[in-house]
């Protein structure tokens, strides 16, 4: 039997990279960053996820600070389908949509086969508690770290912030998931990672109230076509109306059109 193809083997059957609007994608599917992952975790090295969707893609544009944590990203894959439809019309096709709210689920399983742990960081008070319970169940051999839900506006205490960081940091977790929304979760992880050299982690945004059911994700079929933020958007129209129609369809829109002029 001849032997299985490395993670590395693999990547470089395809192009590693997609660069959308200047920001480099990584070209992995879920199952390639969870290998990724562990790879790295067995050989003590950290490093940071980033799930990057169109709105991201659009801060990151209009803002240095947003860009230079996407850039900081270890792994930056597509978490929108217009980044992964735009690399097919290029012709350089990224190989799927990596959801930050499938990577909690499969990550959390890959480290409950090796006996590792996750902390998790956001979400309501209360839910993120409900969160780190359902993943424990889902994830046998997972241990959970921590799970901290700080105040809103926590941020702009630096006392508070420090004695976030001391809590992250003393609970030693393999895995930090990070669900502030962007910017302020890379902001919080740019914070957590020196303390944390080898662990690893992500900005997962909804993810944790996505997993603690106190926000319900998009059925699969949505999740599939492209349609999830229409589901997010039904739910939470005040909040996102403008977010995702007024300012991502149109750079959506751009990244398809430029897309097909590189063919």
């Given at each position: 039997m001849s032997p299985q193809p490395t993670f590395q083997s693999r990547?470089?059957?395809?192009?590693?990279?997609?660069?959308?609007?200047?920001?480099?994608?990584?070209?992995?599917?879920?199952?390639?960053?969870?290998?990724?992952?562990?790879?790295a975790l067995q050989e003590g090295r950290g490093g940071r996820i980033v799930t990057a969707n169109v709105d991201i893609v659009r801060q990151?544009?209009?803002?240095?600070?947003a860009r230079a944590h996407v850039e900081a990203g270890t792994l930056v894959v597509a978490d929108g389908a217009p980044v992964?439809?735009?690399?097919?019309?290029?012709?350089?096709?990224?190989?799927?949509?990596?959801?930050?709210?499938?990577?909690?689920?499969?990550?959390?399983?890959?480290?409950?086969?090796?006996?590792g742990s996750v902390f998790l960081l956001g979400g309501r008070p209360g839910s993120e508690l409900i969160a780190a319970r359902r993943l424990a169940e889902a994830s046998p051999g997972l241990r959970i770290a921590g799970a901290l839900a700080?105040?809103?506006g926590f941020e702009k205490d630096p006392e508070i912030v420090r004695r976030v960081c001391e809590e992250v940091a003393a609970a030693n977790p393999d895995m930090v998931f990070v669900g502030l929304g962007f910017p302020k979760q890379e902001w919080m992880i740019s914070k957590l990672a020196p303390m944390l050299p080898g662990a690893w982690f992500m900005g997962c945004g909804a993810s944790i109230a996505f997993v603690a059911g106190t926000l319900r994700r998009a059925p699969l079929w949505m999740q599939r076509?492209?349609?999830?933020?229409?589901?997010?958007?039904?739910?939470?129209?005040r909040r996102l109306f403008a977010r995702y129609v007024l300012h991502d369809a149109p750079l959506a829109l751009r990244l398809l059109l430029l897309a097909l002029l590189r063919r």
């Open positions: 990547l470089e059957t395809r192009s590693s990279h997609f660069t959308v609007a200047g920001i480099r994608f990584d070209a992995l599917d879920e199952r390639e960053v969870v290998d990724h992952v562990r790879g990151a544009l209009k803002h240095p600070e992964v439809w735009a690399s097919k019309l290029a012709r350089r096709a990224l190989p799927a949509r990596v959801a930050g709210s499938d990577l909690i689920w499969s990550l959390s399983g890959e480290l409950g086969q090796l006996g700080p105040p809103m076509s492209g349609l999830e933020w229409l589901h997010r958007m039904a739910r939470e129209p």
